[in-house]
């Protein structure tokens, strides 16, 4: 069978790969001039590795993206280390998760379970009082270690649970600068199944593969190349028409006809690809709301934080979420001695910051490095990019299941995966791969049953 797929990001790559491995003819389209969607990276001249747009990186927990990278043969280009998350709080950035590692006195450092390094982690924090560190220390290690089903959670907002069960010393320190960080005006809206989701599957290891995100990506598109798959970079794909022959898709490229369809990508672009869906259907997809993000990389001529990879930044005092200084996590040397910066934001895709230039959004973010660290200076900034997306982090209110469509769509052959599928778990690249996998399934599923029918 033919099998177009509109969008070369994870899911798309990843239903690709599985698909052409059946035997199946597979063709990806991809707008943009590389593969791999919000995991793209972009390069320097003189850098070794690329970087992504958006900060990325992976969890011990991520078993669906660590098995595909085995699978592509790319397992010996996956590592994980131990960088050190902090908290903004009174002037500077204190460590939350350090190395997974206690060190005694007198005694060489042995390794933490995980459960007593997030109750050390939590009881450390000078920013609560003893009673409010060890009452969200219980919640947060019952969250991950106690429960199982999520669905009773999203019954409820986050808001709400934490508040009732950690008190609202923790949540006004700890949870209400998360939610408002990633949801603004809709934090208390969000239930409580996405944050249960949040902390169940992060761990205190992070991987990241040789040659970024970007590596792993043109990796996974050479593997689909040599089972057979076509891959179209810079060719938008302009709509979608049924007929009784299948789908005809139109793309910049030319006209061709497939026997299914899977798109990726946000609710929008499947409405306007495919104007036939019912009035009903794209009714639903109109619902479903998101953040969009707003990325400020920087490469600075000197460190800007003493080891910190992450920041957690409250909003009410910088410009952005989150300050993520890359080359804390990876070695500069693999971008020409450039120390890379993050200013990260998740904002409504009406935000000002979506329709200010690159200099003005500088003139925001650069006065509060130096609050980061005073000897900051504007010289050290040798080079900056703006990366901005628009559908980047759905909005999931209480009882959100009931309103995700399911992956096939009502029109016969068409198939949707999106950000919006991966609840109630939190977006990134490891659900992108279960996603392609089971749209995937999904139309194997579909093209059995209609080969059954046929005998």
Same mark, same amino acid.
């Given at each position: ?7 070369a ?7 690709a ?43 011990q ?62 009881l ?47 949540y ?12 603004g ?21 992070l991987?990241?593969f ?13 593997t #689909?190349?040599?089972? *057979?798959? =076509? @891959?179209? %970079? ?5 709509? +979608? ?46 619902? #479903?709301?998101?953040? *969009?993000? =707003? @990325?400020? %990389? ?5 460190? +800007? ?16 979420l ?10 500069s ?19 000002e ?28 900034v ?74």
């Open positions: 069978m033919k099998i177009g797929i509109i969008g990001g994870v899911a798309g790559l990843t239903a790969y599985d698909l052409v491995r059946k035997g199946h003819q597979v063709t990806v389209y991809e707008a943009s001039a590389q593969a791999g969607g919000l995991a793209s990276g972009f390069r320097d001249s003189h850098w070794e590795w690329p970087i992504e747009r958006f900060y990325h990186h992976l969890f927990t991520d078993a669906a993206i660590i098995a595909l990278t085995k699978s592509i043969g790319y397992s010996d280009k996956l590592f994980f280390r131990s960088p050190i998350t902090a908290q903004w709080w009174n002037g500077h950035g204190h460590p939350l998760f350090r190395s997974a590692m206690l060190r005694l006195r007198g005694l060489p450092a042995v390794p933490v379970p995980g459960l007593m390094m997030t109750a050390l982690s939590v450390n924090y000078p920013g609560l009082s003893f009673t409010s560190r060890l009452r969200m220390g219980l919640a947060g290690a019952y969250l991950k270690y106690g429960v199982r089903d999520w669905r009773p959670l999203e019954r409820t907002t986050a808001a709400a649970w934490t508040r009732r069960t950690m008190g609202e010393a923790a006004q320190a700890f949870v209400y600068p998360l939610l408002e960080g990633k949801f005006s809709h934090t208390a809206e969000v239930n409580m199944a996405w944050l249960w989701a949040r902390l169940k599957t992060r761990s205190f290891k991987g990241y040789v040659g970024g995100f970007q590596g792993f990506v043109e990796a996974l598109v050479a #689909l190349k040599k089972w *057979g798959g =076509v @891959v179209y %970079t810079r060719t938008p794909v302009q709509g +979608l028409e049924l007929s009784p022959d299948g789908w005809h898709l139109h793309s910049a490229r030319d006209t061709e006809l497939y026997d299914r369809v899977i798109v990726t990508g946000s609710p929008q672009l499947l409405n306007k690809l495919a104007p036939q869906l019912s009035s009903d259907y794209t009714k639903r997809l109109r619902e #479903l709301r998101s953040m *969009g993000a =707003v @990325v400020m %990389t920087l490469a600075l001529t000197h460190p +800007l934080t003493e080891g910190l990879y992450w920041v957690n930044m409250p909003k009410a005092e910088f410009p952005f989150a300050l993520v200084e890359h080359t804390n996590f990876i070695e040397k693999y971008y020409g001695g450039d120390h890379l910066v993050y200013c990260g934001d998740y904002l409504d895709p009406s935000h910051y979506f329709r200010l230039s690159q200099d003005e959004l500088l003139e925001r973010f650069l006065p509060a490095l130096k609050r980061v660290n005073p000897q900051f200076d504007w010289t050290w040798r080079a900056s990019w703006l990366h901005r997306e628009a559908y980047a982090q759905p909005i999931v209110p209480v009882n959100h299941s009931r309103s995700i469509p399911p992956l096939a769509t009502p029109l016969s052959g068409l198939y949707w995966a999106s950000m919006s599928q991966v609840y109630p778990w939190d977006r990134g690249t490891n659900y992108a791969v279960e996603l392609g996998q089971r749209v995937a399934q999904e139309v194997l599923d579909s093209l059995s049953e209609a080969k059954r029918l046929t005998e």
